[in-house]
T-cell receptor, first 111, second 114 residues
């Protein structure tokens, strides 16, 4: 059974800092790994999708990496802004399409 | 296409009542998923469809829960005889094929059972 863990559970940084969010998964037989953002009381917004054959994906100030052999993914946020404050979730997708989510890292960026 | 649409956004119901939620996926997506999320937790898988076929159902889904996707378009999730423990955000997502393009989520339906 796939298990996904995200550390830390919460993170507070001053504006402008670069930061890394961590995601680990127990079963390396994944199809892809997806990072999402969730604002309070809202649905999930997809940020980056990394296929199992890829090592990283970039979008603007975001960079996600994937190391299947070690069961790890990281989300790097450059030059953080107060608008980046949200909960960030990672999800590991099995071949059948079903995803297992971590419990998220709640990020607060202070002005 | 405006993305994945879920209705209603909020539902308050008394314990023991039945409720039904609707999800309209992105029109060209053939896969549709239902997840449940409680406060402070990540979404938990409930069930998914490929076209009109329900391919997998979680053990979390008791016999009080049923989902349908007639004609492979919109989907409904019904909860019978609601319990307070059913209070959660119910999220719907859709995707193309085998997850090659990842999930697109709707805004969710917040269920409160009183």
């Amino acid at each position: 059974k796939q298990e996904v863990t995200q550390i830390p559970a919460a993170l507070s940084v001053p504006e402008g800092e670069n930061l890394v969010l961590n995601c680990s998964f127990t079963d390396s037989a994944i199809y892809n790994l997806q990072w999402f953002r969730q604002d309070p009381g809202k649905g999930l917004t997809s940020l980056l999708l990394i296929q199992s054959s890829q090592r990283e994906q970039t979008s603007g100030r975001l960079n996600a990496s994937l190391d299947k052999s070690s069961g790890r993914s990281t989300l790097y946020i450059a030059a953080s802004q107060p608008g980046d404050s949200a909960t960030y979730l990672c999800a590991a997708t099995a071949n059948a399409g079903k995803s297992t989510f971590g419990d998220g890292t709640t990020l607060t960026v202070k002005p | 296409d405006t993305g994945v649409s879920q209705n209603p956004r909020h539902k308050i119901t008394k314990r023991g009542q039945n409720v039904t939620f609707r999800c309209d996926p992105i029109s060209e997506h053939n896969r549709l998923y239902w997840y449940r999320q409680t406060l402070g937790q990540g979404p938990e898988f409930l069930t998914y469809f490929q076209n009109e076929a329900q391919l997998e159902k979680s053990r979390l889904l008791s016999d009080r829960f049923s989902a349908e996707r007639p004609k492979g378009s919109f989907s409904t999730l019904e909860i019978q005889r609601t319990e307070q423990g059913d209070s959660a955000m119910y999220l719907c997502a859709s995707s193309l094929a085998q997850g090659s393009y990842g999930y697109t989520f709707g805004s969710g339906t917040r269920l409160t059972v009183v």
